[in-house]
């Protein structure tokens, strides 16, 4: 298994400046699995919604019960996904600043498209996580949503979920982020493996097809709930419009 310190700093950058990097490729690395960890258990969350509308709500009320503390989580995540983005952009701009033009000309041939978008996505899937946040949790940007209560008197996610994504430009939003968030995975992946020294040239391609199937099955995990409404498939309860 390679170390850390042979991970990826090209050669002719000054060695201050490559230790550095080191330590913010860990920290990425590190903010980036907690923010896959947030990932996996958002989606199995939201997929209850497929055991009906009693389960899915009552995980809702669950989470809601937590009060306080499920804030304080929310607003760790923000942080641990703000500092991920601010650290990609460092990096960015140092590799940037310091790489030789040949070398940068070389690195853009072989490195893949998510590769090279890796802080625009990651931009853009952290502006889409805000709106999430506004959309379904705080409910600011549709507060006819806060009406909605189920039959046992819980605030009714099945029928809020399923009305948003009635909404053609929701449900576009949506499934574009969705496939960004998945584009940026199918690197972050592979690369947070890199730079925490669990990669070598042996397992490399393993990892990377790893990392491009985990990225396949959240596209299509979270996915599968909109285009279940736009199919028919999940309906509004009688008495809901």
Not at 1 to 25: L, N
Not at 133 to 155: C, E, K, M, W
């Amino acid at each position: 298994m390679s170390s850390i310190v042979s991970t990826s700093i090209p050669s002719g950058i000054p060695s201050q400046i490559a230790s550095r990097s080191i330590g913010k490729k860990i920290l990425m690395a590190i903010t980036g699995f907690l923010s896959f960890g947030y990932v996996i258990g958002h989606m199995a969350g939201n997929l209850q919604i497929f055991i009906g509308q009693d389960q899915i709500n009552m995980y809702a009320q669950a989470l809601h019960d937590l009060g306080g503390i499920l804030w304080v989580v929310r607003i760790g995540l923000i942080f641990i996904f703000g500092a991920h983005i601010w650290l990609g952009i460092q990096l960015k701009a140092e590799n940037w600043s310091s790489r030789p033009e040949n070398y940068k000309y070389k690195n853009t041939v072989k490195a893949t498209l998510s590769s090279r978008t890796m802080i625009w996505t990651g931009i853009t899937v952290f502006a889409f996580f805000t709106y999430h946040i506004l959309h379904f949790t705080a409910r600011i940007t549709n507060p006819a949503y806060q009406h909605l209560v189920d039959s046992a008197g819980r605030f009714d996610a099945y029928s809020m979920i399923i009305k948003g994504f009635q909404d053609p430009l929701i449900l576009l939003v949506y499934l574009v982020s969705m496939m960004l968030i998945a584009f940026h995975l199918s690197h972050g992946l592979e690369s947070m493996f890199q730079s925490l020294g669990w990669s070598s040239p042996r397992y490399q391609p393993k990892l990377k097809l790893l990392a491009n199937l985990v990225a396949i099955c959240i596209f299509f995990g979270f996915t599968s709930i909109p285009l279940a409404v736009v199919a028919g498939f999940l309906r509004l309860p009688a008495g809901v419009n």
